[in-house]
């Protein structure tokens, strides 16, 4: 069954960067166009970064330039690189892969941006 595992949250404070991971099981890994998703508070969630099988990016405006998604097919990973924090980027960070007409999601990293 498919599986994504997210890793790599934690408390940061403005202008700092971190490194998210999301282990991915399950499913030919290499073949499928990846996402970060994020929900802040009291807000819907977002979808921010993808990166399809051949390594295209798309992001939205609000991390455009900060963020970077990448992909590591020989370990089933995908990766979202923050730097330059904001305030506003605290929120549950999820990975997602749309297959088989449906979402998968994983359980979610915290990322908290506080001076």
């Known amino acids: 069954q498919v599986q994504l595992v997210e890793s790599g949250g934690g408390l940061v404070q403005p202008g700092e960067s971190l490194r998210l991971s999301c282990a991915a099981s399950?499913?030919?890994?290499?073949?499928?166009?990846m996402n970060w998703y994020r929900q802040a508070p009291g807000k819907q969630r977002e979808l921010i970064a993808t990166?399809?099988?051949?390594?295209?990016?798309n992001y939205a405006d609000s991390v455009k330039g900060r963020f970077t998604i990448s992909r590591d097919n020989s370990k089933n990973t995908v990766y979202l690189q923050m730097n330059s924090l904001k305030f506003e980027d605290t929120a549950v960070y999820y990975c997602?892969?749309?297959?088989?007409?449906?979402?998968?999601w994983g359980q979610g990293t915290q990322v908290t941006v506080s001076s």
């Open positions: 997602n892969i749309f297959y088989l007409w449906r979402h998968y």
């Open positions: 399950g499913f030919t890994f290499s073949t499928r166009a």
């Open positions: 990166i399809n099988s051949g390594g295209s990016t």
